[in-house]
C-alpha cells in the first residue's frame, strides 16, 4: 500500500468529508478521492458509504482504520531513527565503568532531553570499533590509538580528549596503605597486579608504562572479573592494581581498599574520541564540543603519557 494512499484514508475517516481531507493534505479533492480508489482496488473492499454530508467508514473501512493509523506511525518512527536529530545517537563507551562512560553520563545530565543509544564493544579492538564507525553503525567510539600513532582511517577524525589519571588501589595491609600520595618511582619495589589484560591497546600502554618507569605490571592470567579482582587486592599485603581516576567500581565497605594518586608524574591513559567527519548528527557535535572543552579545563602539566600520544 502506497503511504499517501493510507494517509489519505485516515484525513478522510477522521474528517467524513474528502474535501476537508483533501484540505488537510494540501492537496485537491480529485487527488484525495483517486489515493482512496486507487487503495480500494488494491484491497478489493469498499472503505467508505457515501451521506448526504460526506462518508462514512463501511465494515472494512472500520476494520482497516486502526492498522493504518499504526502504518502511519511506524512510518514516522522509521523516518525518525535516520533523521539526524532526532534519531538516538550511539556511542560506544568500551565499558559502562570507566572514564568515557562517566563523561557521557555527565554530558546526558546537561542536556536529559538527548536520545543517546550508550554501547559497550568490550572485546573488539580498535581496529573493529573505528571499521564500526567508518560502517555508520557507531557515531563515536573512544580508544588510545597506540598501534596505530594514533592516526585514522580516510574520513574518520579523532581528537584526544580524556586523559584519565591513575590511582594505585591497595588494601589496608599493604605497605602503601597510608600514603596520601605515591611517585611512581616508589611503586617500583612494588607489583602491580593486571591480570586478563588482553586488549593490545592498554597491554601496549601498560608495557610502556612499566618500561619508561622500571615498573613491573603483571598481566598474564585469567580474569575472574572486577570483583574477584577487588577481593584478592583488599585481603593482600603484597598486591597493588591501578585504578583509573574516571572509573566507576563498587565494593563493600568492608574491603576498606584506599585510592592513591600517582605523583611526579602522574601517569594518564590518552583517550581519543573518532567519528566519521561527514556525521551531520548535531548532538555529537555538541558533544564533540563538551569533550573539548572538558580537556581543557582539565588537561594537566604534570603527567606522562607515552611517546604515541604526545
Known sequence: MHLDAVRTFVAVAETGQFQAAADDLAITQQAASKRVATLQRELGVQLFARTARGVRLTVDGQALLPHARELLRAA??????????????????????IAPASILHAFYQQHPGIEL?????????AASALAEV??????????????????????????????????????????????KTVT???????????????????????????????????????????????????D?????????????????????????????????????????????????ANFLKYLHTRYQATAGEDVWAPDWAR
Open 184 to 234: 611512581l618511582a616508589e611503586l617500583a619495589d612494588h607489583p602491580i597486579w593486571m591480570p586478563g589484560v588482553t586488549d593490545p591497546e592498554p597491554a601496549g600502554y601498560y608495557h610502556d608504562l612499566a618500561k619508561t618507569f622500571g615498573l613491573t605490571i603483571d598481566t598474564v592470567g585469567p580474569s575472574f572479573g572486577i570483583e574477584a579482582l577487588l577481593a584478592e587486592i583488599a
Open 236 to 284: 593482600s599485603a603484597r598486591l597493588a592494581t591501578f585504578h583509573g581516576e574516571g572509573s566507576r567500581y563498587l565494593w563493600p565497605e568492608s574491603y576498606d581498599l584506599r585510592r592513591i594518586p600517582v605523583v611526579r608524574p602522574t601517569p594518564v591513559y590518552p583517550l581519543s574520541v573518532i567519528w566519521r567527519a561527514d556525521n551531520p548528527h548535531p548532538v555529537l
Open 117 to 125: 543509544d550508550v554501547v559497550t564493544l568490550i572485546n573488539a579492538d
Open 76 to 97: 514516522e518512527r522509521a523516518v525518525a531513527a535516520v533523521t539526524p536529530g532526532r534519531r538516538a545517537l550511539r556511542i560506544d563507551v568500551v565499558s559502562r565503568r
Open 134 to 179: 567508518n560502517a555508520g553503525t557507531l557515531d563515536a567510539t573512544f580508544r588510545s590509538l597506540r598501534d596505530s600513532a594514533r592516526k585514522v582511517p580516510s574520513g574518520l577524525r579523532s581528537a584526544r580528549v580524556i586523559d584519565d589519571r591513575h590511582e594505585l588501589l591497595v588494601g589496608p595491609r599493604h605497605p602503601l596503605a597510608k600514603a
